[in-house]
């Protein structure tokens, strides 16, 4: 991602020397700022240019397999323990309950998220408040907001004393990116056997679709993806698949106004590499 001043790019790379580098815009001086932890992701700057938000998975969670849409999910997300001031046997059936349900599903281990933040030259790391499997993290002048695996999207904040919140809830929902200033919250969705892309107020309120297949009348629907704002939040960069006859064809880079209107591919014709990722 490129920092608010426009100098810099930040980015992560993998292998003997992985971790998080930043490259003046012109290419030179690039320099690794942070390289412990392991799987760094998605490093986005903070508003001011001060900090870097990214997300890390060095170790594994306990969760249940649901069996469809690769849902995943703590005991404690599936069936919340009753409280202490229950009577003992209503406890003691509901406990019961909980033990029958629980059995339905297998446990498993899987990788687990965290989003973390730097200082912009590598030093004063923290994790941040977040749920478990955390990633796609962003930042702008109302907090940070995340996807979380089978949790929607979220946002939290860079303090220590921050409370998660829900923004929207659809385990297909990942990858957001918050309007400069702190409005609307753009991410992608996978609509069947292709992604698209949609906003959203921080509060969870008018959702509504960006981008939508031209025609069903092809072979392939191509997919929407990756959307991030301009620094002014009037227009949304993404990638897209879709080629002149609104089919899937090669990526290039798309530009569409913040509500969904006007998109057209950049004259940008270089090969793009996209595994959904």
Known sequence: EISPDGSQVVFTREGGD???YVINIDGSNEHRIFGEHSELRSPKWSPDGQWIVFSRSD????????GFAD???????LFTKPGDKLPPAVKKQIEKIRSKV?????QEQRPYFQIARISA??????DLVALDSARDPDWSQGGIVY????????KTDDKPDAENKLVIFEHNYVDPDWQPGGGRIVFQSKEGSHW???GVNPDGSGLASLTRPVTTLVDHLPSNVSAAWSPDGQHIVYLSNRNAKNDAGDWRVWVMNADGSNQHPLPIHLPISYNFV
């Open 147 to 154: 996807s979380s695996s089978g949790a929607g999207i979220q």
């Open 196 to 198: 698209e892309i949609f």
């Open 102 to 106: 629980l059995k339905k599903f297998d």
């Open 121 to 126: 030259s590598g030093s004063d790391f923290r």
């Open 18 to 20: 992985g971790g998080i």
């Open 71 to 77: 849902i995943c999910m703590s005991d404690q997300q």
């Open 59 to 66: 170790s594994f969670y306990e969760c249940r397999n649901l």
